[in-house]
T-cell receptor, first 113, second 113 residues
Framework: DGGITQSPKYLFRKEGQNVTLSCEQNLNHDAMYWYRQDPGQGLRLIYYSQIVNDFQKGDIAEGYSVSREKKESFPLTVTSAQKNPTAFYLCASSDQTENTEAFFGQGTRLTVV | DAKTTQPTSMDCAEGRAANLPCNHS???????VYWYRQIHSQGPQYIIH???NNETNEMASLIITEDRKSSTLILPHATLRDTAVYYCIVRVPFKAAGNKLTFGGGTRVLVKP
């Protein structure tokens, strides 16, 4: 089935450690996105990529890094510089045609202790 | 992207129509209205979108006022599985700004038996 897969669903890390969240899509979409969601809040954009080997900062990029070496993959690294990393992280992808919708993965819940 | 205003929460009786309002008084001429919903701890799901004409699909109907300053999402026969947070988003076409979506707080809809 075509879709967007995030793994793992739950992730625990110790404070001060970097952690990488996986996002893979087989929808042949050019664009991919990472969002963060805190309890009771809407989604906030961290980074997005419209094409391989290119990406742009979103609204809350500090403390995060990404790469886009393959069209299918857009991993997000939460670095030790991120002051409040515990959150629900959502990856999305979309086509580059006009007015297309974004498809979301099921999210990774990261807890830093 | 234009800012949207939605009620924080609303209840709906199972089997009845649910009408979800959204104000977007600063919407620009080329901005579309999108609706997504998010069931607890899952990724958002696309529902419907429109520019100025009313739209209908298998999930819902979208009614946009003539001045485009507000819209209403209609779930024709709400079921318990429609309990979710519903987000109204306005955004420019992809080529102008990518497919970035700016999420507000949304409306928390509770469908009751």
């Amino acid at each position: 089935d075509g879709g967007i897969t995030q793994s793992p669903k739950y992730l625990f890390r110790k404070e001060g450690q970097n952690v990488t969240l996986s996002c893979e899509q087989n929808l042949n979409h050019d664009a991919m996105y990472w969002y963060r969601q805190d309890p009771g809040q809407g989604l906030r954009l961290i980074y997005y990529s419209q094409i391989v080997n290119d990406f742009q900062k979103g609204d809350i990029a500090e403390g995060y890094s990404v790469s886009r070496e393959k069209k299918e993959s857009f991993p997000l690294t939460v670095t030790s510089a991120q002051k409040n990393p515990t959150a629900f992280y959502l990856c999305a992808s979309s086509d580059q045609t006009e007015n297309t919708e974004a498809f979301f993965g099921q999210g990774t819940r990261l807890t830093v202790v | 992207d234009a800012k949207t205003t939605q009620p924080t929460s609303m209840d709906c009786a199972e089997g009845r129509a649910a009408n979800l309002p959204c104000n977007h008084s600063t919407i620009s001429g080329n901005e579309y209205v999108y609706w997504y919903r998010q069931i607890h701890s899952q990724g958002p799901q696309y529902i419907i979108h429109g520019l100025k004409n009313n739209e209908t699909n298998e999930m819902a109907s979208l009614i946009i006022t003539e001045d485009r300053k507000s819209s209403t999402l209609i779930l024709p026969h709400a079921t318990l599985r429609d309990t979710a947070v519903y987000y109204c988003i306005v955004r420019v076409p992809f080529k102008a700004a990518g497919n970035k979506l700016t999420f507000g707080g949304g409306t928390r809809v509770l469908v009751k038996p």
